[in-house]
């Protein structure tokens, strides 16, 4: 056991895959590629131009309508000139009533709205871009740290299958260790799964058209801090969701606007031409609705009633969403001391232990069970590491956008 040991299994032979052919991606150029491909966005932006062409619509002015009339028409003795009473005359409406001015206010609410909901789901895709790029870049580095783990296990079993052959080993201890090579495959195959999954996640959320080979370029071990608005900072004016649920009270208002316009009635103006028996005269008249019975109650009232509602969401949405950002900082606060004062020490305590018990075993002074429950102990804190490591980037994701930081 001291005396032929290979010294290489002191050290972790480092896995890495072809560098050929692939193509370096970051995250701003993962969120950029999807903001600039999800058809989604597009859909928004569709929505949004419909909006300003129907607000151009609530500026125009109604159509003049055009009267042509005869009366007296007889069968006999009658002469169309002279014993007809004919009319030609226009009527024009006259919006006193403040409609015009009541739709074009609802039409600015609704590109205003539309316009939110663009940023909204803006938003949203890059919140889904960022953690689906962490995601894939934790199981990357999960999938090596178990290829390193797998290679270093072809090591052993080689070294032990050719101290069997030579009569130096008993078969339990060959046993034994090619059962742990067959559990450390079978975890490094599961890992790869995952990080092809990972990756084919990434793709889903950026549109890419074509399955590449992407080279995640962010520094997975890299403690960025988020970028948060100061203390006391208002997230209800940060967030879009405070926003539209602000934009909703005065789309409410300008609902309730219209809706009491329209219980007011319009004067109708007409301007014309009579011919009565020979004679021609000038037409002239005014009409109006007299809003007796029907003054739009029901509408004017339930308009009112949207504007408490809405009034009332904008308080509930100003509370969610400042009890979003609290514990999100507190979830990243939490994340980063849990990475710092826990598994990054673990971690390094795991791997000097696992060194120490490759030396000792080379010397003969570790049996091959401790061995192997070191190595053991070895990746199952590095993997406690990486989904630290990976938890902290997802709660930096997760408070810049509680926070309302543009991607």
């Known amino acids: 056991m001291r005396s032929c040991f290979p010294a290489s299994l002191c050290l972790l032979a480092f896995w890495t895959g072809p560098a050929f052919a692939q193509t370096p991606l970051s995250l701003s150029e993962a969120v950029s590629f999807a903001l600039s491909h999800r058809p989604e966005l597009r859909a928004s932006a569709d929505r949004t131009s419909a909006a300003e062409h129907l607000r151009e619509q609530a500026g125009l002015i109604p159509n003049p309508r055009l009267f042509l009339q005869s009366e007296d028409l007889r069968a006999v003795h009658f002469n169309f000139w002279q014993d007809s009473e004919t009319f030609a005359y226009a009527a024009e409406t006259l919006e006193t009533s403040g409609r015009r001015g009541g739709r074009i206010a609802?039409?600015?609410?609704?590109?205003?709205?539309?316009?939110?909901?663009?940023?909204?789901?803006?938003?949203?895709?890059?919140?889904?871009?960022?953690?689906a790029y962490w995601t894939a870049e934790g199981t990357q580095f999960m999938a090596k740290l178990y290829q390193q783990n797998?290679?270093?296990?072809?090591?052993?079993?080689?070294?032990?299958?050719?101290?069997?052959?030579?009569?130096?080993?008993?078969?339990?201890?060959?046993?034994?260790?090619?059962?742990?090579?067959?559990?450390?495959?079978?975890?490094?195959?599961?890992?790869?799964?995952?990080?092809?999954?990972?990756?084919?996640?990434?793709?889903?959320?950026i549109a890419s058209p074509d399955r590449g080979d992407w080279r995640l370029t962010e520094p997975f071990e890299a403690l960025d801090p988020p970028i948060v608005p100061p203390p006391g900072a208002d997230p209800a004016l940060a967030r879009v969701e405070g926003q539209a649920a602000h934009q909703a009270?005065?789309?409410?208002?300008?609902?309730?606007?219209?809706?009491?316009?329209?219980?007011?009635?319009?004067?109708?103006?007409?301007?014309?031409?009579?011919?009565?028996?020979?004679?021609d005269t000038v037409l002239v008249g005014l009409q109006l609705n007299l809003p007796i019975f029907d003054r739009n109650q029901g509408a004017v009232a339930a308009a009112k009633a949207d504007t408490h509602a809405a009034e009332e969401d904008y308080a509930a949405v100003r509370q969610q969403l400042s009890s979003q950002l609290s514990i999100s900082r507190r979830e990243y606060e939490l994340k980063r001391e849990e990475y710092l004062e826990t598994f990054k020490p673990l971690r390094d305590q795991a791997i000097e232990i696992s060194e120490i018990s490759r030396a000792a075993y080379q010397e003969g002074g570790?049996?091959?069970?401790?061995?192997?429950?070191?190595?053991?102990?070895?990746?199952?804190?590095?993997?406690s590491w990486v989904q630290a490591l990976e938890g902290y980037h997802q709660s930096v994701v997760a408070l810049e956008y509680a926070a309302g930081v543009q991607p």
């Open 249 to 279: 009270i005065a789309a409410a208002a300008a609902n309730l606007r219209l809706q009491k316009a329209n219980g007011r009635p319009d004067l109708e103006a007409l301007l014309g031409y009579k011919r009565n028996i020979g004679f």
């Open 150 to 205: 797998e290679d270093y296990f072809h090591q052993i079993i080689s070294y032990h299958e050719a101290r069997f052959h030579e009569g130096r080993l008993a078969e339990i201890d060959l046993l034994r260790v090619r059962l742990e090579g067959e559990r450390v495959h079978a975890a490094s195959t599961r890992a790869q799964l995952e990080a092809e999954r990972a990756i084919l996640d990434l793709e889903r959320e």
């Open 106 to 131: 609802a039409a600015n609410q609704r590109v205003e709205r539309n316009g939110l909901e663009a940023e909204q789901i803006r938003l949203q895709v890059a919140l889904r871009v960022r953690q």
């Open 366 to 383: 570790l049996d091959l069970v401790r061995l192997l429950d070191a190595e053991r102990v070895r990746v199952e804190a590095e993997v």
